[in-house]
């Protein structure tokens, strides 16, 4: 059972508007989120973060919203940039105090020019 | 030298065969982490070591071993490996176990 979906393999964006990946959950319990970004061949990149006790945080052109009723988050890039054009993925820290993050299968972004 | 660097990027071994990989990590972190990644399925979290002790263990197969020499090295030794476990192996490691995880740019195992 996965508790952390991604549910949309991919998304186009033209240049300079707005991307926005979503990221669903089911465990209540999670108290910290994470957005990753990975190019072929590295390693994910942390991004940007949020704690369960806020709804949004903002970093530059990245904004992560939380909304725990509907136990959901999504990331906002804007403008998007072609350099974005990456897999994204949404990761939850699970309560208890070991690190141990459950990930989102990811969501492949392309920003055309 | 900065960041989390993986050794090596990629490893053909047979299911007979021992090997090891290598994760050293140069941001003065706490915790280090190993993840497997398999084709078309999401990064799962095999150990996390924290201040040099195992703290998680995700129900990983014996023929993975993890050590942790110091807070600075990360290793996973394979030892007779099946087909399945052909994946992507990923290292991380953060400055505390609830902090943002860096991760290094993996290891490409192939068994054959």
């Known amino acids: 059972d996965q508790q952390v979906k991604q549910n949309s393999p991919s998304l186009s964006v033209q240049e300079g508007r707005i991307s926005i990946l979503n990221c669903d959950y089911t465990n209540s319990m999670f108290d910290y989120f994470l957005w990753y970004k990975k190019y072929p061949a590295e390693g994910p990149t942390f991004l940007i973060s949020?704690?369960?006790?806020?709804d949004k945080n903002e970093d530059g052109r990245f904004t992560v919203f939380l909304n725990k009723s509907a136990k959901h988050l999504s990331l906002h890039i804007v403008p998007s940039q072609p350099g974005d054009s990456a897999v994204y993925f949404c990761?939850?820290?699970?309560?208890?105090?070991?690190?141990?993050?459950?990930f989102g299968q990811g969501t492949t972004l392309q920003v055309k020019p | 030298e900065t960041g989390v660097t993986q050794t090596p990027r990629h490893l053909v071994m047979g299911m007979t065969n021992k090997k090891s990989l290598k994760c050293e990590q140069h941001l003065g972190h706490n915790a280090m982490y190993w993840y497997k990644q398999s084709a078309k399925k999401p990064l799962e979290l095999m150990f996390v070591y924290s201040l040099e002790e195992r703290v998680e263990n995700n129900s990983v197969p014996s023929r993975f071993s993890p050590e942790c020499p110091n807070s600075s090295h990360l290793f996973l030794h394979l030892h007779t490996l099946q087909p399945e476990d052909s994946a992507l192996y990923l290292c991380?490691?953060?400055?505390?176990?609830?902090?943002?995880?860096?991760f290094g740019d993996g290891t490409r195992l192939s068994i054959l």
């Open positions: 991380a490691s953060s400055q505390a176990t609830k902090q943002p995880q860096h």
């Open positions: 949020i704690s369960s006790i806020k």
């Open positions: 990761a939850a820290s699970a309560p208890s105090n070991t690190g141990k993050l459950i």
